[in-house]
């Protein structure tokens, strides 16, 4: 049974939206998850997609180091954290 306090609704429903192309609402429902449980990875995991794709990579990469401080075996977190350094040297 969900609850209000059950992060997982709000997360899948980022999920559609982000396929959707609506990243802004995306970004509304991630956050809503991780207030429902900071500590949900894989929210802040989609949460850094979003801002990576809003150009906001500061806010990206804190998100993945979040999700690492959480679960610091996440593969795909390690991954995307080091393209975001590859892509903010190359735009220095």
Known sequence: ???KRDPIAPFNLGNVQAE????KAARLSYQSAIARD???SEAHFNLAGVF???GNLDA????LRQALN???S???AHFNLAHLALKADAQV
């Open 70 to 72: 959480i679960d610091q």
């Open 74 to 76: 996440y593969a795909e």
């Open 20 to 23: 959707l192309g609506n990243f």
């Open 1 to 3: 049974m969900q609850t």
């Open 60 to 63: 990206a990469a804190d998100h």
């Open 38 to 40: 900071p500590r949900f």
């Open 52 to 54: 990576e794709s809003a």
